[in-house]
C-alpha cells in the first residue's frame, strides 16, 4: 500500500493580562487556525514473479495474491483519486487567578483546543466504486476522520511555604471531548475513527518538601476518570471476533473508560546530596513509580492491559564540588517487574495477541564531563 498525505497549516493568536485588582487578574487569549490536508493512496497486491516490487517498477497485479487477500482481509486493489478536507478552528482560553496570600495563588482556567482530521493510512477502507482498480475509485467513509474537539475547565491552587521549605501544588479539572479520535484494529491493520464523545474528570496533588540542606523529598499522585460517553461502534475484542465466526463484530463501549488512563497513579522520590570532602560530594536517592491497573488496546480487550505495578530506580554518585565531573551508578526498575507499551490483536490469526514489552531490571553507569 502507498499512502501520502500533504498538510499545511497556519495560525494567529493574541494574549492579554488585565490587573482587576492588585492581587487578582484575568489572562485571555484567542487562536484562529486553518488546516488543509490532501491524501492519495492505492495498493497493489503483486510479486517479483509478475515484474518487480515497487512503484517505479508498477509490476502487474498478481491474480493469485489479489483474491488471497481479497478473501483474508476484505479488500481489493484500489486507486484512489486525491482527496482533500480544509478546516477552521477559533479557540479560546481564559484563565483568573488571585494571590490569596503572599504565597498561595489560586487560579480558575478554561480552554478549548482541538485535533484536526485528516485520512487513515490504512488498507481495510472499504471501497465503493466498482471498479476499485480504476482511477474513479472512491473511498469509504473510514478512509476519513473528523476534528477532535476538546474543552476543558481547571480550578487549582499553588502554595509555599518558606519557613518549612516546602511547596503545594493541587488541581481538579474535567474535560469534554467532542468526536474523539481513536485508533482502532480492523483485523488486518490499524484505522483512525471518532468516538462519539468521552468525558474526563481529574485531580492532582504534588508536593516537595526540603528538611536540611542536603535532603529533598517529594511525591505526587492523580486521580482520572475517563470514560466514553458515547462509543457505539468500537472494534470487538479477539474473544468476540471468534465467537462473531467471520460476521460483523463491533461493540459498545459506553460508560468504559479509554485507553492508557490508570485510576490511580503516583510518584514519591528523595534526593540526598552531601560534601564529603573539600572536593568532593556524593548524591544517593531513590524514585518510585505507580501505575493503576489499564487497557492498552482501543478495545478494551483484558488480555491487552497493564496490571497496577510499581518501578523502582536507584542511583548513588560522586562528583566535583564545582560540577566538572560526576559519575553515577544507576538501576531502573530494580525489582524487574514486566509491563508493556502497546498490545494488541494479531493480524489474521484471530484469538492472537501481541505486545512490547517494556525494559525490565537495568543497572549501568554514567561519567558526566562539563568542559
Not at 289 to 297: K, P, Q, V
Request: glycine letters at 10%.
Amino acid at each position: 500500500m502507498i499512502f501520502d498525505q500533504e498538510s499545511d497549516n497556519w495560525s494567529i493568536f493574541a494574549q492579554g493580562t488585565y490587573d482587576i485588582l492588585d492581587t487578582l487578574r484575568i489572562t485571555g487569549g484567542v487562536r484562529y487556525s486553518e488546516d488543509d490536508k490532501r491524501a492519495t493512496s492505492s495498493t497493489l497486491y503483486s510479486s517479483d514473479f509478475t515484474g518487480g516490487i515497487g512503484l517505479e517498477n508498477y509490476p502487474g497485479p498478481n491474480q493469485v495474491l489479489e483474491d488471497m487477500w481479497l478473501v483474508l482481509g476484505g479488500t481489493d486493489d484500489y486507486i484512489f483519486p486525491e482527496q482533500g478536507r480544509k478546516e477552521h478552528h477559533l479557540t479560546p482560553a481564559v484563565k483568573l487567578e488571585w494571590d490569596a496570600t503572599s504565597d498561595t495563588l489560586v487560579y480558575l482556567s478554561y480552554a478549548e483546543g482541538y485535533k484536526s482530521g485528516g485520512f487513515s493510512a490504512s488498507d481495510g477502507n472499504q471501497v465503493l466504486d466498482p471498479n476499485p482498480s480504476g482511477p474513479s475509485a472512491v473511498p469509504g467513509d473510514s478512509f476519513e476522520y473528523l476534528d477532535e474537539a476538546a474543552s476543558t475547565w481547571e480550578l487549582g491552587a499553588k502554595m509555599e511555604f518558606p519557613a518549612a521549605s516546602a511547596r503545594l501544588s493541587a488541581a481538579v479539572f474535567t474535560t469534554e471531548y467532542q468526536d474523539l479520535q481513536v485508533t482502532s484494529f480492523t483485523g488486518t491493520s490499524f484505522a483512525v475513527s471518532n468516538a462519539a464523545s468521552a468525558t474526563i474528570n481529574g485531580f492532582e496533588l504534588d508536593g516537595e518538601w526540603a528538611p536540611s540542606d542536603e535532603l529533598v523529598i517529594g511525591a505526587s499522585a492523580a486521580y482520572l476518570d475517563y470514560s466514553y460517553d458515547e462509543y457505539a461502534n468500537a472494534s470487538c475484542t479477539a474473544a468476540q471476533t471468534v465467537a462473531a465466526a467471520g460476521g460483523p463484530c463491533t461493540q459498545d463501549l459506553r460508560g468504559q473508560t479509554g485507553i492508557v488512563a490508570p485510576e490511580f497513579s503516583g510518584t514519591a522520590y528523595f534526593d540526598y546530596d552531601r560534601p564529603v570532602t573539600q572536593s568532593l560530594k556524593i548524591n544517593f536517592g531513590a524514585d518510585v513509580y505507580y501505575t493503576g491497573e489499564h487497557f492498552l488496546s482501543p478495545d478494551n480487550d483484558p488480555m491487552d492491559a497493564n496490571d497496577a505495578s510499581t518501578k523502582v530506580d536507584v542511583r548513588l554518585g560522586i562528583g566535583d564540588l564545582d560540577g566538572r565531573w560526576k559519575f553515577t551508578l544507576f538501576g531502573r526498575n530494580i525489582t524487574d517487574v514486566q509491563t508493556y507499551s502497546t498490545a494488541t490483536d494479531i493480524s489474521l490469526l484471530p484469538g492472537g495477541h501481541f505486545a512490547y514489552v517494556n525494559r525490565g531490571a537495568e543497572w549501568g553507569g554514567r561519567l558526566k564531563l562539563n568542559f
